[in-house]
């Protein structure tokens, strides 16, 4: 154990040491509870007479604080923890998709169908300003993978979703 630290230089006698923390017993060097005061008053040579009540909300000595685990009579600890949501986010390409029906509600498998879009027009403005102009720059309107995928419920009919190539 190590010594006091010495007073400061001008002084002769050391202060008196802190009171003890909420929580904690008193020091017995320090003094006892005051006898008739209400639970968590307690006297020291040199300070107050008594530390109070905790504040209104605050628990009281022996009690957890909130958001710390309680603990209950076979001394274990009982902890709650929050799962976080699952977000699965699905993408629609060329392949059908099982996926739940924004219109109707039903779990189902998406029917696929091919449609002319943006890509399919470029496609055949490149092929005529590079000679190809009889005929030939009609060939991505023929082709499916120049197309947009359109995904509908083959319940309702409606559309799902739609993948553009652009």
């Known amino acids: 154990m ?4 010495p007073p400061y230089p001008g002084t002769d006698a050391a202060y008196p040491p802190p009171p003890p923390g909420p929580g904690y017993p008193p020091d ?5 509870p005051v006898y008739g005061a209400p639970q968590g ?9 008594g530390y109070g009540q905790p504040p209104y909300g605050q628990p009281a000595y022996g009690q957890p604080a909130y958001g710390q685990p309680a603990f209950n009579q076979s001394g274990q600890t009982t902890v709650v923890v929050a799962q976080p949501q699952l977000t699965i986010v699905q993408t629609f390409r060329e392949s059908p998709v099982h996926t739940r029906c924004p219109h109707c509600q039903a779990e189902i498998l998406t029917g696929t169908h091919y449609e002319t879009g943006t890509f ?12 190809c102009d009889l005929g030939c720059c009609l060939i991505p309107f023929c082709v499916d993978s120049c197309k947009d995928v359109v995904h509908t419920c083959p319940n309702c009919r409606q559309q799902v979703s739609r993948w553009s190539r652009m």
């Open 2 to 5: 190590s010594a006091p630290p």
């Open 120 to 131: 399919t027009w470029i496609v055949c403005l490149i092929l005529c300003l590079v000679g």
């Open 41 to 49: 008053f307690y006297s020291a040579p040199g300070y107050p007479q």
């Open 28 to 32: 017995p060097k320090m003094g006892g």
